[in-house]
């Protein structure tokens, strides 16, 4: 765990979901928020991938925003490479912002359809000054576009003329052009066929070798995080459960809704198959269950899970938020064969 | 006994630059409680073919050949007003969004009353009884209760039991659940895999269940139709598909879906794309993508062959290990 490029603590989101003043004040109720994030702590060390993995709502796309400065924190610190970007807006400071990109979901809503594909990938150069010269900055775009597995007359195409995987290689070219050295993956893949998205998966390991990138990987497909992550950090409502290496995690998960996760994915071997289901939902994120905000999902849970919310606590290499993993209460639960 | 069978269905569609086919000569059959899987890529035209068996092909696309016989009865040449009392009533549909399938100004009730009573002829109190315990069938807590508010008052995975309820209500043969699951959270849906799976043993109800997600068609279809390129290139059974695939496509598509477990250094990989449907080339639309090809592939297509419960369209199926 030398070297960390990123050190996230106590990270804190929280939108106002409140009627305006008036309207509370002649038809009653009070505040609402919603703690999208809620305290998030991780390291990642230069040069690889941590993923966040959960089901939506869970603040893992809120985690990326905040750090890119898309969004403010309502609290903590996020550091990088020794500069505190919290309270700093996206693009500032400019030095700090140019080391940091972001490659987004969908690749048909993240290209301007009305620009060219070169203009799109030398647009991060020319505002952050990289490559102030068009000449030179075309012969840069050139060269991207090729490292990424396109050709350079791809430049003076339009984005509509490319296919869902060759938009998304455009998306890394254009984020990987003012030479950064993180970048935040949003779901880069969900939007792909599967055959295209071993392409990407592959360009996107193959990228971080040759230019020692460090990712933070977000997605809801556990089994693309196990290709791609060094750690994987489990996010349910607004806080992380668990957090350890990636395969400390599908080989010994410990948190239960880790579990429910690994048990839930559908398997190409049909090893789930006709198994039994657990019931219920992720609960609505601003009135969330008390104590551990898993406890009415849990199979595990007790008094104590009801009333009081677990703390993150280190156990060997990983980090788990379960009062039941901590007092040993974590019989293996198998899933039941349906009848 | 067969509950439909389609057979060398083409659907068309006008262009610019001359006909385009979405689907072509697409051959296949589903028995009563079968769960049939459509899989394959944005474009292949599995949802196609879930259109056009329920009639809805937005024109100017048509039916340009083949035909879809429901119980024995032609149904692709029936008259939109005949259609409509099929679709519903004998064919059911689930589709991926379950929020843009259900009125939002109407009760949940009100929709599942209105299409027992549109397609079962029943008295008001009967249709009502009839909703609330497909509710409760669909797995949704207190149905009684529930059957008086509205759709933004469920939960995603709620509101698309909601619709598979709605779906089968007027207890059709037939479903086609495009997607059914793709909006849905995996522990969600996981739910409602395991709830399709329910209702078709229990039900007899058919279902042609389209989806891109392999493992979805792993964990609930008996048989799987793989379709590339606008035609069916393997159909078997899912055991038999997904552990011994046959088509060079099928048999990439499977080794490039990350597992869980194994973590190679490279993901197997299919290089390009599926070519557009005004593009395929001739001979066989994979073979500009295929690891082993031969000099036949990219002239003569290949013929979907083999018998009743596998087949595979490529010419090399006989010397492609299984």
Not at chain 1, 70 to 78: D, E, F, H, R, V
Not at chain 1, 287 to 305: E, K, V
Request: with cysteine.
């Amino acid at each position: 765990m030398s070297d960390p490029i990123l050190t996230v603590t106590g990270l804190k989101k929280t939108f106002d979901l409140s009627q305006p003043f008036l309207t509370r004040l002649t038809q009653g109720g009070g505040r609402k928020y919603v703690h999208a994030v809620d305290g998030v702590d991780f390291t990642i060390p230069r040069g690889t991938t941590l993923s966040l993995v959960g089901e939506s709502g869970c603040g893992k796309s809120t985690v990326a925003k905040l750090l890119m400065g898309l969004t403010q924190p309502s609290a903590g610190s996020i550091r990088f490479d020794g500069h505190e970007l919290a309270g700093t807006r996206a693009g500032q400071p400019p030095a700090v912002r140019r080391r940091m990109q972001m490659i987004f979901q969908d690749p048909y809503a993240s290209l301007n359809p009305r620009w060219r594909v070169a203009r799109i990938i030398g647009e991060p150069m020319k505002s952050f000054g990289t490559h102030p010269d068009p000449v030179a900055r075309r012969k840069e775009v050139d060269r991207l576009l090729e490292f990424v597995g396109l050709s350079a007359a791809d430049g003076e195409k339009f984005p509509h003329e490319f296919s869902g995987g060759q938009r998304q290689r455009i998306s890394i070219a254009r984020a990987i052009s003012t030479k950064p050295e993180f970048l935040v993956c949003d779901e880069p893949t969900s939007a792909l066929d599967v055959s295209v998205q071993a392409q990407i998966l592959n360009l996107m390991r193959e990228l971080q070798r040759e230019l020692g990138l460090t990712y933070l990987f977000i997605s809801h497909d556990l089994a693309v995080v196990n290709y791609i992550s060094d750690q994987i950090g489990v996010m349910y409502l607004g806080l992380l459960v668990e957090l350890a290496p990636a395969d400390r995690i599908f080989a010994a998960p410990q948190h239960p809704y880790t579990r429910l996760l690994l048990d839930t994915v559908p398997d190409i071997t049909m090893a789930h198959r006709d198994m039994d289901r657990p019931a219920g939902e992720v609960p609505n994120p601003i009135t969330p269950p008390t104590g551990c905000h898993f406890h009415p999902r849990c199979p595990l849970a007790n008094d104590r899970c009801r009333s009081e919310a677990p703390a993150f606590r280190t156990r060997g290499d990983s980090h788990v938020r379960c009062h039941a993993v901590e007092e040993g209460r974590t019989d293996p639960m198998p899933l039941r064969k349906a009848g | 006994m067969t509950l439909l069978t389609v057979e060398n269905l083409t659907v068309a569609f006008p262009g610019r630059h001359g006909t385009v086919n979405a689907i072509e000569d697409v051959s296949l059959s589903i028995s009563p409680g079968e769960i049939l899987g459509m899989v394959g890529e944005s474009g292949a035209g599995k949802s196609m073919t879930g259109a056009a068996i329920i009639g809805l092909i937005e024109p100017p696309g048509r039916i340009a050949a083949g035909e879809i016989r429901l119980e024995g009865q032609r149904i692709d040449t029936l008259r939109p007003d005949e259609m409509c009392r099929i679709r519903g009533r004998r064919i059911g549909a689930i589709f991926q969004d379950p929020l843009t399938s259900l009125n939002p100004v109407l009760t949940v009730g009100e929709q599942l009353i209105e299409t027992i009573q549109t397609h079962l002829k029943l008295p008001k109190d009967e249709a009502r009884a009839r909703a609330i315990d497909w509710l409760r069938r669909v797995g949704i807590p207190a149905p009684e209760a529930r059957i008086d508010t509205y759709p933004h008052q469920y939960s995603g995975g709620m509101r698309q039991r909601v619709v598979i309820a709605l779906a089968l209500c007027a207890e059709p043969r037939l479903v086609i659940a495009d997607e059914p699951t793709t909006a849905l959270d995996v522990s969600v849906q996981a739910q409602i895999i395991a709830l399709l799976r329910k209702l078709a043993r229990e039900t007899g109800v058919a279902v042609i269940l389209v989806t891109h997600d392999m493992g979805v068609i792993a964990e609930t279809a008996d048989r799987v139709a793989v379709m590339y390129a606008g035609r069916i290139v393997e159909v078997g059974s899912v055991a038999e598909v997904l552990t011994a695939p046959r088509h060079p496509y099928t048999r990439g598509l499977m080794a490039s879906i990350p597992r869980i477990g194994a973590r190679p250094d490279v993901l197997p990989q299919i290089e390009g794309a599926m070519p557009r449907p005004h593009a395929r080339p001739a001979g066989c639309a994979f073979a500009p993508r295929c690891p082993v090809r031969i000099d036949i592939c990219s002239q003569t297509r290949p013929d979907l062959t083999g018998h009743a419960t596998r087949s595979v369209a490529c010419h090399l199926s006989k010397e492609v290990p299984a």
